[in-house]
């Protein structure tokens, strides 16, 4: 099994509509982050997240908000969705916090169209 | 701000044939360094990193050094295979900010037999 689950996959929503995309991790690691891919920008930044109490906005948070439900659970949500949020969206996580290690680790992504 | 700047792709080689996908960056003080691969339908993985200057990172026959001189990563390879086909991104981290990623747009590399 995946250590970093996303789920769904693929949606496909309307403009207005709110969603959410969630992430679930099964490797105890402590700080986890959300990112939006883009075709030639790369990976951004949106929300990160040290521990369940401490969330932090990241590059591009206007938009979008977050929830820790646990350590192991760190939902993105778009309360009213528009065209330019199409996008794929990553989940990841790292054990920085207690292991000093840069390395962060991917879910297999969301993508997300917007009409 | 701190920034990365990668090659634009595709890169297309045939097999066995050496690789270079060239990164530099713009950053205050000696950021971390790293490459990511990401395979088709798949999430990013790391493949490998540097955090120090003149630090050489290895992986899976890939290698890049971290030139603080030049401010850059350049990643290579000496044989490439057809399996090596993917996005590469080039990534820092800044000094004191170590959560925080910086990408590059990536580079498709395209490995034909």
Same mark, same amino acid.
């Given at each position: 099994d995946a250590d970093v689950t996303q789920t769904p996959r693929n949606r496909i929503t309307k403009t207005g509509k709110r969603i959410m995309l969630e992430c679930s991790q099964?490797?105890?690691?402590d700080r986890m982050y959300w990112y939006r891919q883009d075709p030639g920008l790369g990976l951004r930044l949106i929300y990160y997240s040290f521990d369940v109490k401490d969330i932090n906005k990241g590059e591009i948070s206007d938009g979008y908000s977050v929830s820790r $439900?646990? $350590?192991a659970k760190f939902s993105l949500s778009l309360e009213s969705a528009i065209p330019n949020q199409t996008a794929l969206y990553f989940c990841a996580t790292s054990d920085f916090g207690r292991t000093g290690s840069y390395e962060q680790y991917f879910g297999p992504g969301t993508r997300l169209t917007v009409t | 701000g701190d920034s990365v700047t990668q090659m634009e792709g595709p890169v297309t080689l045939s097999e066995e044939a050496f690789l270079t996908i060239n990164c530099t960056y713009t950053a205050t003080g000696y950021p971390s360094l790293f490459w990511y691969v990401q395979y088709p339908g798949e999430g990013l993985q790391l493949l490998l990193k540097a955090t120090k200057a003149d630090d050489k990172g290895s992986n899976k026959g890939f290698e890049a050094t971290y030139r603080k001189e030049t401010t850059s990563f350049h990643l290579e390879k000496g044989s490439v295979q057809v399996s090596d086909s993917a996005v590469y991104f080039c990534a820092l981290s800044p000094p004191g900010d170590t959560d925080k990623l910086i990408f590059g747009t990536g580079t498709r590399l395209q490995v034909f037999p």
């Open positions: 099964t490797k105890g690691h $439900q646990a $350590q | -």
